[in-house]
């Protein structure tokens, strides 16, 4: 039988990989670590070669390092700016994107890019050095790390994409793309297969244009037209991304998105959605009524925290909806979320009832 995933199969192996873990003082998250630890030694004692390690090793150095650079910063709420290196400072776009990550760092937002020219450079600029985060790739063809983010400690090197795009969608809050090419392309689509598929958790995408150009709206038309028309894709999943030209706009989407819901996560087989405040019962009512087709059973209920996340101290200070979650709809759980920040502040002494 195959040796447990935390254990290498070998006692004296096992018992020093916890010796290594006492010696570094590691207590918290001591399964996961033994779990890294354990991996280590079945490449060490399998068949990967030199390229394989080589990937290992690059790959698990930076994310150690990114995530260590975003740590201090992780209850400051950011926005990742996607967009083309090749787009000049003079340009319209260029433009477009530093005012929308100046508004949002205005509003006490930290603006995530790529940290190479064009629109990445645009975004360190809107946002300023106080409110910046580059995470970097080392390309032979590109100018290198622009200058707003050049010398400051919240730069990130990477060699690899995947491990980049990592950094990049899983430290924000929020999304901005604006027009570029493969690259742009990709991060935009990956973005929404994430989303698409539960991997992520929900987030507002804007697609943010010039006015009278026609590249997000083209871009919209191939989607719902060549993509939906052939129920690829489901009608709603064209919810899960907003287009404006309106920069202003587009740094609105992201805020308004968390109005008033907070954040998710699942206890078992139950989603619960955090907010800040709970629809009063008339509108409760007609949320699960609206949404009963995402429901596994039941309709959505506003309640106390869950025992598992009083265990994990996570968010007790919010009230929580909770549904039976199909685990598919996630467009449509969009548009929960979308009307769920729309619904009136319930009185004062509303409370979600213990369960």
Not at 160 to 181: A, C, H, N, Q, W
Request: some cysteine.
């Amino acid at each position: 039988m195959a040796a447990p995933a935390s254990r290498t199969g070998d006692p004296a192996l096992d018992q020093l990989v916890e010796e290594l873990l006492d010696r570094a003082g590691a207590t918290s998250n001591r399964d996961l670590l033994t779990e890294i630890l354990t991996t280590s030694v079945r490449l060490a004692t399998g068949s990967a070669d030199r390229l394989d390690l080589k990937i290992t090793s690059a790959a698990l150095r930076e994310m150690a390092g990114a995530f260590e650079v975003f740590a201090p910063y992780r209850h400051v709420p950011k926005v990742t700016v996607f967009g083309s290196a090749r787009t000049l400072p003079d340009a319209p776009l260029y433009a477009q994107a530093r005012e929308a990550a100046r508004a949002l760092a205005d509003a006490g937002w930290m603006v995530v890019t790529g940290a190479g020219p064009g629109i990445m450079a645009a975004g360190q600029e809107g946002a300023g050095p106080g409110r910046s985060f580059g995470v970097n790739i080392r390309l032979p063809f590109e100018e290198g790390v622009n200058d707003f983010i050049a010398s400051d400690p919240k730069l990130v090197e990477m060699k690899y994409f995947f491990t980049r795009k990592l950094m990049l969608m899983k430290e924000s809050d929020g999304f901005i793309v604006l027009p570029g090419g493969f690259g742009t392309l990709d991060e935009a689509f990956e973005l929404l297969t994430l989303l698409q598929t539960g991997k992520a958790e929900p987030a507002p995408i804007v697609m943010l244009d010039v006015p009278d150009d026609s590249y997000w709206t083209a871009w919209d038309r191939f989607v719902r037209e060549d993509v939906g028309g052939r129920a690829l894709i489901s009608p709603e999943d064209r919810a899960l991304y907003r287009i404006t030209d309106n920069p202003r706009v587009a740094a609105d989407e992201v805020l308004g998105f968390y109005r008033n819901y907070h954040s998710a996560r699942w206890v078992g087989d139950t989603l619960v959605l955090r907010v800040r405040r709970v629809p009063d019962p008339d509108h409760l009512a007609e949320l699960s009524r609206r949404f009963a087709d995402i429901c596994v059973s039941g309709g959505i209920t506003a309640r106390d925290p869950l025992p598992a996340e009083v265990r994990s101290d996570d968010h007790l200070d919010l009230a929580r909806l909770t549904l039976r979650f199909n685990h598919r709809s996630y467009g449509r759980l969009r548009r929960l979320i979308d009307a769920i920040n729309q619904v009136p502040e319930a009185p004062a002494d509303a409370h979600p009832p213990a369960r």
